[in-house]
């Protein structure tokens, strides 16, 4: 059965001592009127100093009854040092400091991607919160692998699975420059340019020559 201590209430400024009673749960089924708490009949007076005036070590609660069922009289024994309104049964106080370990609302201000692929969400009130992660990966064939929309790839069989690993790191907020050398790159242009003016001159000699055939022939 449930117990509980209610304390009795008074009219302002009433003079009058701590008392407390002693209810136990007699029908945990009660609605409406009827009564689902039983007062034990004793009253608890505690003094100024959280002792119980006068001291009460035991308790009887006679033909306890709960649903329906009579356990007959039953004794709470409170101990020695009796009930007290004070964690200790010295009647010693004692503070507990309650210190705060979270974190105030915050909203959204940020985005990033650490060099470990993570991506990273800031907030007005300092946390940092990782939502995903890149992963680098390689492939014992890349050129199995299969082209999908949006400049992305797909394993394949050929392409083996993905190896996971120290591949390098990512750079967030940065956009990835050319990879071309230039200087390289007009140079081929040159020597390119340069080739197709030599197979022009030699196409417009080799003309020539069947075109003074020719006229050899008439």
Do not use: C
């Amino acid at each position: 059965a449930g117990l509980g201590l209610t304390a009795n209430t008074f009219a302002p400024g009433a003079s009058t001592a701590d008392t407390w009673n002693l209810f136990y749960l007699t029908d945990s089924n009660a609605t409406g009127t009827d009564a689902a708490w039983r007062n034990v009949g004793t009253d608890y007076i505690f003094g100024a100093n959280g002792q119980l005036s006068p001291a009460i070590t035991t308790t009887t609660i006679s033909s306890l009854t709960v649903n329906g069922i009579n356990l007959g009289n039953i004794t709470l024994d409170h101990g020695s040092q009796g009930i007290t309104q004070f964690a200790d049964s010295n009647g010693v106080a004692k503070v507990t400091d309650i210190n705060q370990d979270g974190f105030a609302a915050g909203e959204l201000v940020g985005i990033t991607v650490s060099e470990e692929g993570r991506v990273v969400a800031s907030y007005t009130n300092g946390r940092a919160v990782d939502l995903a992660e890149i992963s680098l990966a390689s492939f014992n064939g890349d050129g199995g692998l299969q082209k999908t929309d949006g400049g992305a790839f797909r394993s394949t069989p050929a392409s083996g699975a993905p190896i996971l690993g120290s591949l390098g790191s990512v750079v967030g907020s940065a956009l990835e420059g050319s990879n071309t050398d230039i200087a390289d790159e007009f140079t081929k242009l040159i020597v390119t340019q340069q080739a197709y003016a030599a197979n022009t001159r030699i196409i417009s000699t080799a003309d020539e020559m069947i075109q003074e055939a020719l006229n050899m022939i008439r």
